[in-house]
């Protein structure tokens, strides 16, 4: 896979993924799917905050087959240096690894952009993407039960966090 800055060109793709996480996963918790200009408007806030959208293309079809990125944790001045990612792999490429390659993209970036915490907010039941974070060195730090709700289920919320380098202080470094 070739993990690359998602263009405009694979916003289709993006839009295609993310309706199909909405309909068939709990792993968005929208009923509705969006739009093409909803996806542009996302993406295009993420380039203006200066927050990288990558995507994974597969080198044979150059086919757009997953997307990640990460916004602001909250809105607030003083969560700053923690932001929050999402990862999403087209159904027919789930399982294969595209995702460990995205992580670790996600994860270079938010350190270069001098960020402290990287948070990934996941489905109780979702134990691949769990362990995916436990791969990749994230910690469970919260388990909320039943704060959301889709497919006529109360859904469970994980919390998961990773330091992203070691100041003690947020004045330090950058």
Known sequence: MNI???QERD???ILD???DAVIHTAAIW???PVDLANRHDWWQQRLDLGYPVLVA???STDETVAYASFGDWRAWDGYRHSIEHSIYVRADQRGKGVANLLLPALIDRAVA???HVMIAGIEGSNTASIRLHERHGFAQVGHMHEVGTKFGRWLDLVFMQRRLDERTEPGQGR
């Open 113 to 115: 952009l001098g960020k």
């Open 4 to 6: 690359l800055d998602a």
């Open 17 to 19: 993924i993310y309706n």
């Open 57 to 59: 293309r597969d080198p």
């Open 30 to 32: 929208n009923d509705s």
């Open 11 to 13: 916003l289709p793709a």
